[in-house]
């Protein structure tokens, strides 16, 4: 048999795989789904293949779904049939049917339809077999090649199930607190719970009472996610016959309890009666990225905040990029991407940015914002540049491209009589959590707006469609956000210029300064007044520390970002952090620091914008950025100067860049060529296999 894989309608496997994700969060006993337009996935598509055997051959269609399958060859015309025209034999057969085709061209069609899930096929056999030569159609457009994923290559896969890698895990530790038993798993995990009767003896009922933090486990009030098992009795085990479902879980012939997929480290069971009668496992479920970087230098600070970041985005990090773990669980277009940056230098996973992006996007025609907010259907348009500038899948660029214009073209026809972007009714205008002046348009959208343009402008270019479009609407946009939001006696960009306020935050002067908008005297003036001015209000969130120690690290002012690092993230570890968290406030009290969303465990203590130190610590300390689309060139340089020691490695795209830096001698090594190391002013070629040394003693 030749290699095959399930193959469906392009972005289908994803659109319909967020719909499932977005309708995932649960909520102290109720479901949330997300609040904005969710796409759903086709129900009814053919496939069609095209084959020349050279010899008799077979074939098989397994699918999900129903429909038939369509086989056609060329054939003797009957007498009847008008001369000079083509006449085709066709026969229909049943899907799951081994079906016999002659040496001929043949052409094979598989209609399907599934009312409930994702219409897709799976076709084996020595000649004829699926894959990303076949097209698919829906009955409005024309056929396009199928959607196909490397992870689904055996018949007996389900693609309407994401397939996780399992680990079973056991509480490290167990106390008795508060009149029941608190349980330990160690570390933050997604898993389901096991609940196992091993013995003869049964509990009546058993509440479980999960928490990322003890104190939410042992809050069997407020807890966030919480559920009260009533335990079968001895004659409906004995019978094996006792099985309920629900969207909570289900029980297994009465001798275990499976719950859904939730976040969690700590485990209370308030009864300890009940506790002492049943024994609690967790079924580890993750995607299994592999460890392509790491680092370790003479910080031990740093080095701990490394790892928790690593573990922080493997838990975010599953069939897409989510937030948190623990409360939304939904895919959030900001979060996904500083994560597609954060992956880049952690696990360069293509496939999972891939993912995201088609399922944040969904279906045309455009309906709303992606999650309903301005800037994050600015940052879906953006990440494709970026995606592209990682990978070189120009390929995947060319297929979604019309879906980027079409969200570009419904964003601009939101803007004023100047050009800029506005909110509509029913829009969020977000940024960050923050107090901006938000009256009228706001600065910071106009910048990210104008790396739209720009960044339509270089695909365009890449696909060959002429850019003058997007470049003049980048240059004018440009010219009138300084025009109405520059404030020359303050040095520094204003959030809004329609209020009369003239309030200057962080958010619009950081933009400014890494999409390279500001010429180099506003970036000095910016500097002074605003990144380094202790009187415009901190960042409270990772999410735009991320941005701010970007600009201040492409400023060269490394002694701020790595203080940062320790003081920020090195403050969550105080607080007893094992995973870095949605909102970090510096001497906030203990007894406030879980609460956002006036909920008293609402802040996420897994979030993947929390893990930005990866990224900055890899693009800018150690100096690995890519010269050219997918790292054919790239450049390695490390400011020594930080560590008294370390060593670390990362991807550079398909391959690996080594460094190793002690006692005054710098060591360089990798396996891909177009590398340049850049050090003490000077550049050395990168040569595969072969160290690059460098002694400053």
């Known amino acids: 048999m030749k290699m095959a894989n399930w193959i469906w309608y392009p972005g289908d496997f994803e659109i319909y795989h ?187 009922k058993v509440t479980l009472c999960y928490g990322e933090s003890r104190a939410e486990a042992l809050d069997t009030e407020l807890c966030y996610l919480k559920q009260v098992l009533d335990i079968p009795g001895e004659a409906e085990a004995a019978a094996l016959t006792y099985r309920t479902d629900s969207p909570f879980g289900k029980w297994d012939t009465g001798r275990c309890y499976h719950t859904r997929l939730r976040a969690f480290r700590y485990l209370f069971i308030p009864e300890k009666e009940a506790a002492s009668l049943i024994r609690p496992e967790a079924l580890y479920k993750y995607v299994d990225f592999p460890k392509r970087s790491g680092f370790s230098g003479s910080d031990e600070l740093v080095n701990r905040i490394w790892n928790v970041a690593d573990t922080t985005f493997r838990l975010a990090s599953g069939i897409f990029f989510l937030d948190g773990i623990k409360r939304d669980r939904w895919i959030w277009s900001g979060d996904a991407y500083q994560s597609y940056f954060i992956n880049q230098y952690l696990f360069f996973d293509k496939d999972i940015c891939k993912r995201t992006i088609l399922a944040l996007r969904g279906n045309d025609p455009v309906m709303e914002h992606i999650n309903t907010i301005l800037d994050y259907s600015l940052y879906w348009i953006i990440s494709l540049e970026n995606y592209y500038n990682m990978s070189g899948d120009l390929e995947f660029i060319r297929m979604i491209y019309p879906k980027m214009e079409s969200l570009m073209r419904y964003c601009m026809e939101q803007t004023d009589e100047q050009g800029f972007l506005y909110g509509r009714e029913g829009d969020w205008v977000y940024i960050d959590w923050a107090e901006m002046d938000k009256e009228g348009t706001l600065c910071a959208e106009q910048m990210l707006l104008a790396r739209s ?152 203590l897994c979030h993947a914008w929390g893990a930005s130190p990866i990224y900055l610590i890899g693009r800018y300390c150690m100096g690995v950025r890519p010269t050219s689309a997918a790292y054919d060139t790239f450049e390695v340089a490390p400011q020594l100067g930080l560590f008294g020691h370390f060593s670390c490695f990362f991807p550079v795209g398909q391959g690996t860049v080594w460094m190793d830096w002690k006692d005054g001698v710098l060591d360089v090594y990798t396996d891909k060529e177009g590398g340049v190391l850049k050090a003490d002013g000077r550049e050395y070629p990168l040569v595969p296999m072969q160290h690059v040394i460098i002694n400053r003693k």
């Open 18 to 204: 967020g719909m499932r994700q977005n309708f995932d969060r649960e909520e102290r006993g109720f479901f949330w789904p997300a609040y904005w337009h969710i796409a759903d996935c086709r129900r009814h598509v053919v496939f069609h293949g095209a084959f020349a055997p050279d010899r008799e051959t077979r074939f098989r269609v397994t699918a999900k779904g129903i429909g038939h399958v369509l086989v056609k060859w060329q054939a003797e015309a009957p007498e009847w049939f008008p001369k000079g025209q083509v006449f085709y034999q066709e026969r229909k057969y049943r899907i799951g049917e081994w079906i016999t085709c002659p040496a001929k061209e043949i052409a094979v069609d598989v209609v399907l339809g599934n009312r409930t899930g994702l219409p897709c096929i799976y076709v084996e056999g020595e000649i004829i077999c699926s894959g990303k030569d076949w097209t698919v159609s829906d009955f409005i457009k024309p056929a396009v090649p199928v959607g196909y994923n490397d992870l689904y290559v055996r018949r007996g896969q389900d693609p309407q199930e994401f397939e996780y890698t399992c680990q079973s895990c056991s509480p490290v530790s167990q106390e008795e607190r508060n009149g029941g038993i608190l349980y330990d798993f160690g570390r933050e995990i997604t898993a389901d719970t096991l609940i196992h009767i091993d013995g003869t003896k049964r509990p009546e």
């Open 453 to 604: 343009y720009e960044a339509m402008a270089a695909v365009r270019r890449l696909l060959g469609l002429g850019e003058e479009e997007f470049v003049r609407k980048k240059e004018l946009l440009l010219s009138r956000i300084r025009r109405f939001f520059w404030d020359e006696e303050k040095g520094a960009f204003i959030d809004s210029y329609q209020s009369g306020r003239r309030k200057v935050t962080r958010h619009a002067n950081i933009f400014a300064i890494i999409f390279g908008f500001a010429d180099s005297e506003e970036t000095g003036s910016i500097l002074e007044n605003v990144l380094l001015n202790e009187e415009i209000p901190a960042i409270t969130t990772p999410y735009f520390k991320f941005y701010e120690l970007e600009a201040l690290a492409m400023l060269g002012r490394f002694d701020v970002v790595m203080e940062s690092i320790r003081s920020y993230w090195g403050g969550m570890l105080e607080q007893g952090a094992s995973t870095f968290w949605e909102e970090y406030k510096p001497g906030q009290p203990e007894e406030e620091q879980y609460g956002m969303y006036g909920d008293k465990y609402g802040k996420s």
